[in-house]
């Protein structure tokens, strides 16, 4: 009999792994308190980069663009998911340039060859909405860029009930069978499903799943972040919109084409854990964040902050919609891949820190090797080479963390 693996949500992290575990042959079972896409992968900028500064993710993102370069090959579905339209961070200062370049050198060592730092006059020779005054240079990588994330976990949860998996919505788990330091089954209002494997992809709700399914606290903070939409209007016409990559300005702002008519808008802020929010405070707007709270509001301030660096959006019509969201944020912005300490049979996938979506085939590639060893690994093989993950190992120390976070 095929082995049996529970996995606990249905957002790209949960349905990719499903599909992955599916396809090797596992009897799989995902549970969905909501619906599919009701959490955080519904509501990200969906950015995808390899322009990361810990080796081990810059490794595991060319492995994760590659996968969604050929996901209708590998899951299905009519469309490619990812937009390769590239990822611009803009540096104003020396010391920043010169970080810049050494991110270069450790990424094309990472096997990101075409990942590149351009000083001032190439920068607006071949981004010329780009304020030369605003900054020195900028690090640059064409096949960065962003997802359509309805797409990844719709198509992939088709694709792993097409290999055999249930698929189980409104099933928030609300307990466990089996004995000490194992899980026999898992419990929901919509009935008991066995389990020989639990795969723990909840990222932000994780602390409380944790509780109920016995395992080990990991430091994992759910914060609220919003993303805002500008309306196009002065000189920046639908097609230069359109071939505008995602755009990190100095002060962390950033920005990303929607379509050829609307900006999507970023910037992280200062927040409070919210360890106890629920799926409709998703949708919550705080009146500070709110898009028609005025020039004081933080909508307004990343507009404004965005335009120094590139005075075209300064000529947009306005801000026109909030939204919202959270991300299961850790202490040095890696997530937390493998076996959980408490549970010989439970596998946390989670704490991504904003980057999960991007994550997502990297997550199914470490999560089926460890579902076919029994345990943790040191590495995962793929792109022709083995990827060290100690970086993302529970129980790690975490001091030398993910410096390129947005």
């Given amino acids: 009999m095929a ?3 529970v996995v606990i949500g ?4 949960g349905t990719l792994v ?3 575990l599916a396809r090797r042959g596992w009897g799989v079972t995902i549970l ?13 900028a969906a950015g995808i980069r390899q322009q990361f500064s810990t080796p081990e993710t810059v490794m595991g993102m060319r492995y994760a663009v590659q996968a969604y370069r050929d996901f209708r090959t590998e899951v299905g579905g009519d469309d490619v998911p990812i937009v390769q339209s590239g990822y611009l961070f803009l540096l104003a200062t020396e010391e920043d340039l ?4 050494a991110r270069v050198r450790l990424q094309r060592a990472c096997g ?10 190439e920068l607006v020779r071949r981004f010329p909405w780009v304020d030369r005054h605003a900054v020195l240079g900028a690090t640059w990588c064409p096949t960065d860029g962003f997802l359509h994330p309805a797409t990844v976990y719709n198509e992939a949860a088709s694709a792993a009930q097409r290999l055999g998996a249930t698929l189980v919505q409104r099933a928030p788990v609300t307990g466990v069978e089996g004995g000490p330091g194992r899980i026999d089954a898992v419990l929901t209002p919509r009935g008991r499903f066995p389990a020989d494997l639990v795969i723990d992809a909840t990222n932000a709700w994780s602390p409380r799943l944790a509780r109920v399914l016995g395992g080990t606290e990991l430091p994992i903070a759910p914060l609220k972040r919003y993303l805002w939409f500008a309306e196009r209007a002065g000189s920046l016409d639908r097609d ?6 995602l755009v990190i300005t100095p002060s962390g702002a950033y920005c990303r084409p929607e379509n050829g008519d609307s900006l999507l808008i970023g910037w992280a802020h200062p927040a409070a854990p919210e360890p106890d929010f629920s799926y409709d405070d998703q949708d919550r707007v705080e009146p500070r964040f709110f898009h028609k709270s005025g020039a004081d509001s933080a909508a307004f301030e990343a507009w404004a902050s965005i335009a120094e660096a590139i005075p075209a959006v300064g000529e947009f019509a306005g801000v026109t919609a909030t ?20 549970v010989q049979n439970l596998v946390r996938l989670v704490g991504f820190s904003g980057h999960g979506a991007m994550f997502g085939p990297f997550t199914a590639l470490v999560a089926t090797t460890l579902a076919e060893a029994g345990h943790d690994v040191v590495t995962v093989s793929a792109l022709g080479r083995d990827i060290p993950i100690d970086a993302f190992r529970i129980g790690r120390e975490l001091r030398h963390g993910e410096a390129l976070v947005i």
């Fill in 3 to 5: 082995q049996r693996a």
């Fill in 10 to 13: 249905a957002g790209i992290t």
């Fill in 18 to 20: 499903g599909h992955a």
């Fill in 32 to 44: 969905e308190a909501e619906h599919v896409g009701a959490g955080s992968s519904s509501r990200t």
């Fill in 98 to 101: 010169a970080g810049g370049r």
């Fill in 112 to 121: 990101l060859s075409e990942v590149e730092c351009l000083e001032q006059d």
């Fill in 240 to 245: 230069g919109l359109l071939a505008m990559p």
């Fill in 323 to 342: 939204t919202a969201g959270y991300y299961g944020t850790t202490p040095d912005h890696n997530p937390f891949l493998g076996y959980d300490p408490a």
